[in-house]
Each structure stands twice: as structure tokens, then as C-alpha cells.
């Protein structure tokens, strides 16, 4: 387990002992003595077969390996989707079209940017800023639904669009693994995997680490490419009946230079709006005009 490398003899509490490890971090019977299970258990547990341990005994490991709240969550979500054997599960059933009509009047109704995403990043909905703020990330996905993590790892723009860019990716391939772990008979999910695994090597390098990230509230820096610097503040809300969808809002210190940015936002917004809403105008009278005769 990646995680057991991380944690030295000191850090578990055990006693010193002079001389050369042949291993980083603890060894497996290590962690099988501090967590109060066999050897053969853990070793089992270690290489995929978690469907048999109990919450204490995830608990227990947790401690010795000293996981976070999202690293155990993780944990748990890997025991509860695989049998004692270590296969997968069948897949958790998903309602096909999670974005109805007063979840996006809910979104319309916001005065700050937001959209609604799932566990894979794909962007489902958003109101008129959020849009505005993704406007990028959009266009950037003209054959397929718009993919937080595609962007970040595919597209050169996201380079400049977010200011630290290696922080932003840690956290996307962190929440992706998150999400493996909580369906992993999830098809779009693997196929998005290996796909970027394919076709970023960066993306690949991250994902061997096995960090785990929920993606719940934060900070984002963004660089937008037409009103500027953004310092803004993210939450994350579970949609009720749909814990696997949410709808995450962006807001900024009240009094601050991005408060500021984001009513300049929200104006440019409505210009780009009413700019598409006249080009579609003139495009339907000109379809309905009549074809001059021959």
C-alpha cells in the first residue's frame, strides 16, 4: 500500500531500532501488529480482498496509517464495493438525466457563479456567470460534455486559467480517485482514466501517488482570460436524492477586488448572452426568408 510507505516506524509509535531498512515506511506485519490483525489478514486486505473487514478493523488501519477523513472515507468506500473475494460490486444504478427543470431555475436564481457537476467532473449545468467563468473550459468541449479534469490536463489554456496549476491538478486526480473508490464499476469513470492516463503522462504520474481528495470547499485562483484575476472561495453542496451530483458556487470576499471582478463578470456574461441571442435572431430570418425564384 502507497500509504503504509509514507509512515515511518517513529510516526506509528514503535521503538526506535538502529540500522538500514530494506523498506520505506512500515512493513505489513508492522501495520498487522498496531492494527490487531493477522499478518495473512492485512496482507489479503492490502492486495484488494476488503469486503470481509469490519469497520473497526478499517478504523484500526486508518489510525495506524494515520488517514484523513476523505483517505478513510475512501477506505470504506473501497471495503463496501468489492466481496470478500475482491471482486467489484454491480455498478450503483444512476438516474439518467439528474438535471431537471427547477434544479436549473435553482442555479438561474444565484447572483454568483455555479455549476452543477458530478464525481467524474463533467460539468451537467450551470447558471449565466457560471458559464461566464468556464467559458474556456466550454469551448473547449465542443463534442463532448465539458470535463473539469480533461480541461486541466488536455488543454494548454488551463495552464494560464488557473494560477497554480499544479495544486488544481493534485486536487482533480485526488477527487477522480476519491470517486473510483466510491463506484468503481462506474464505465464513464474508468474510460475517462485511462484515457487521460493515455494521453498525459503528468495525469498518469499523479494517479500512481493514490492521493485521495474530497471535493468539498476550497480556494480557487483563476487567471479568466477576459476579466482578470480571480481570488474566490468554492463550496460544494450534495444534491438532495443524488449524492453523486452537486452543485458547487464561487463567491469572493465582499469589498474585494474580485467582488468587484465578478460584477464585471456577470456583466460581460449578459453582453455575451445578448450577442448569441441576436446572431440566432438574424440566423432564423434569414432561414425563413423566402428563396428567390428561378
Request: charged residues 25%; aromatic residues 6%.
Amino acid at each position: 500500500m502507497d500509504r503504509r510507505a509514507r509512515i515511518t516506524p517513529e510516526q506509528a509509535g514503535l521503538p526506535y531500532v538502529g540500522g538500514r531498512r530494506r523498506v520505506p515506511g512500515l512493513r505489513r506485519e508492522e501495520v498487522a501488529m498496531l492494527a490487531g490483525v493477522s499478518v495473512e489478514y492485512y496482507t489479503r486486505l492490502e492486495r484488494g480482498k476488503l469486503g470481509s473487514a469490519s469497520d473497526s478493523v478499517l478504523e484500526a488501519i486508518a489510525g495506524v496509517l494515520r488517514l484523513n477523513d476523505d483517505e478513510y472515507a475512501h477506505l470504506r468506500d473501497l471495503a463496501r464495493n468489492v466481496t470478500p473475494t475482491g471482486r467489484v460490486r454491480a455498478p450503483h444504478h444512476q438516474r439518467a438525466n439528474p438535471i431537471n427543470d427547477s434544479v436549473q431555475q435553482v442555479l438561474d436564481s444565484m447572483s454568483v457563479p455555479a455549476v452543477v457537476q458530478n464525481e467524474r467532473l463533467d460539468m451537467l449545468a450551470a447558471n449565466r456567470m457560471g458559464r461566464a467563468l468556464y467559458s474556456d473550459l466550454i469551448a473547449s468541449s465542443p463534442n463532448h460534455v465539458p470535463n473539469f479534469a480533461r480541461y486541466a490536463f488536455l488543454d494548454p489554456r488551463s495552464e494560464s486559467f488557473y494560477e497554480d496549476t499544479d495544486a488544481s491538478r493534485d486536487l482533480i486526480v485526488a477527487a477522480l480517485r476519491s470517486a473510483a473508490g466510491h463506484d468503481p464499476a462506474d464505465r464513464a469513470l474508468t474510460e475517462l482514466i485511462g484515457s487521460l492516463s493515455a494521453c498525459s503522462q503528468d495525469f498518469a504520474k499523479r494517479w500512481a501517488k493514490h492521493n485521495v481528495q474530497r471535493h468539498s470547499r476550497g480556494r480557487k485562483l483563476i487567471n479568466h482570460p477576459f476579466i482578470g484575476r480571480l481570488d474566490l472561495e468554492y463550496n460544494d453542496f450534495a444534491l438532495p436524492g443524488n449524492p453523486d451530483i452537486s452543485i458547487v458556487t464561487y463567491t469572493a470576499a465582499p469589498g474585494s477586488a474580485s467582488a468587484d471582478s465578478l460584477t464585471i463578470l456577470d456583466t460581460w456574461a449578459s453582453t455575451q448572452e445578448e450577442s448569441v441571442k441576436t446572431l440566432e435572431s438574424q440566423h432564423e430570418r434569414g432561414t425563413n426568408e423566402p428563396k428567390p425564384s428561378v
